[in-house]
């Protein structure tokens, strides 16, 4: 694995690979790797010939309240990770590679980023799309692989390159969970082995709603009191939002379709965690 820390040593080494007739995959990610990231990877491997990771804390997508400076970096750990699971690229800017001064451009999510993750963390998918925006122009990959754990992200991101006029495709891969069902997360880590408990409430609730709308029961009032039932068992989980949307346009509607998730976010002792499961069966 070639491991690249600047934008011309990234473009340099993709003209390359570009050259040989490869077709370039792209996983972007901030690092802490589990096997939800190896999953994209495994992914963009099967839809493209040589595959480039990107690992960026990105600042731009953290508030000043947030977690910035105490996000995981794991960086020997990452680059075995990501090397054992076939990366040929590898590219970790720092921030001034990324922002150098001057810089005045940024993305605006607009009405698909508004509600969500898009209030409760206001600024945050502008600094996303602004950093995916950035990435895509560094890698011009042909395809780039979204986990459906950031749902909204997701969204987004494939509204970006259509209303931009990208020319990629947007490839997204199922959550990964633990046995236990809860998703994996780079934030998991900082659950104490009693929050790592409580937060099992975040899944049983996003089934307790696809349960019901399994049996019938298509009012979006009727689904989300389903799952808020069962996170009222959790007092110390303190919920942010519980909702039932439609996936495309992430409003709410009186009624539930086929085309339905679940999304939660709540605050676990101090982790602030989110989930997502489609209503219809997996
Ligand atoms: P992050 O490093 O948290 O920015 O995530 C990088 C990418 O990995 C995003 O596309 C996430 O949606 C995806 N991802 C994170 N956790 C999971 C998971 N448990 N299953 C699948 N994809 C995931």
Not at 28 to 49: C, F, N, Q, W, Y
Not at 125 to 150: S, Y
Not at 182 to 197: C, G, M, T, V
Not at 241 to 252: C, L, N, P, Q, S
């Amino acid at each position: 694995m070639n491991v690249v820390a600047t934008i011309a040593g990234a473009r340099d080494a993709i003209s390359r690979a570009r050259a040989d007739g490869a077709s370039i995959g792209f996983v972007p990610t901030m690092g802490a790797l589990h096997a939800g990231h190896i999953s994209l990877v495994d992914r963009a491997r099967k839809e493209a010939d040589f595959t480039v990771m990107s690992i960026f804390v990105n600042p731009l997508q953290f508030a000043p309240t947030e977690d910035l400076s105490r996000y995981p970096r794991p960086v020997e750990q990452d680059e075995k990770m990501s090397s054992d699971a076939g990366v040929d690229l590898l590219f970790k800017p720092g921030v001034e590679e990324m922002y150098p001064p001057g810089r005045t451009i940024s993305v605006i999510a607009g009405e698909l980023g508004k509600d969500w993750e898009g209030s409760s963390r206001p600024g945050h998918f502008d600094g996303v799309l602004t950093v995916v925006a950035k990435l895509f122009n560094i890698i011009q990959p042909d395809i780039a692989v979204f986990g459906r754990k950031d749902l909204q992200q997701a969204a987004l991101v494939s509204a970006l390159v259509r209303d931009l006029d990208m020319p990629l495709t947007i490839v997204l891969a199922p959550i990964v969970r633990e046995r236990d069902g809860l998703a994996l997360s780079s934030r998991n880590q900082y659950l104490s082995e009693d929050d790592r408990r409580r937060a099992l409430v975040l899944n049983r609730a996003l089934r307790a709603a696809r349960a019901r709308f399994a049996g019938g029961v298509t009012d979006v009032e009727s689904l989300e009191a389903a799952g808020r039932g069962v996170l009222d068992e959790e007092p110390d989980v303190k919920v942010d939002y519980f909702a039932v949307i439609d996936e495309t346009t992430f409003k709410r509607s009186a009624v539930a379709s086929g085309k339905s998730s679940a999304i939660v976010a709540a605050r676990v002792g101090t982790t602030r965690l989110i989930d997502n499961m489609s209503l219809a069966a997996e």
